[in-house]
């Protein structure tokens, strides 16, 4: 399981203002990142949280960019891409994964990278945080983006 020796990062971020920006595909696997990254931000503290639903992965990027350029601290991008039987699956991919890396770069904001980009459904499930799940990436996409904040902000200073 891609999981191990994850690392523990356990942020105070009371003040931050954070959107998670979830995909409406694949229901239960978006519920469980949601919860994920919900879980997440309360345990750091974080109160002022937007929650925006995209129409699927591929919109990720630009509701990302909205929101980063709109003044929140942090992003959190949440999302599944389930392999099929089409190139579909490696364009929206690429272009998903490409576009979030392009809007921390040029923003300045913490994305969180909560895409998971899985051969079948059961991996999926196993990722998303769900009850039974060994891995809950939208907590650790969540916690990666605090953690980024917090240092940023230091710089700052």
Known sequence: MSGAGAPSLQVDAAGARVAVIASSWHTVVMDGLVGGAQRALADAGVTDVTLVRAAGSFELPLLSL?????GFDAVVALGVI???????FEYVCAAATDGLARVALDTGVPVGFGL????????????????????????EATEAALATWSVLRTLAD
């Open 66 to 70: 909205a929101h980063a350029r709109a």
């Open 82 to 88: 389930i392999r099929g039987g089409t190139p579909h």
């Open 116 to 139: 998971l980009t899985c051969d079948t459904e059961q991996q999926a499930l196993d990722r998303a945080g769900l009850p039974g799940s060994p891995e809950d990436k939208g907590r």
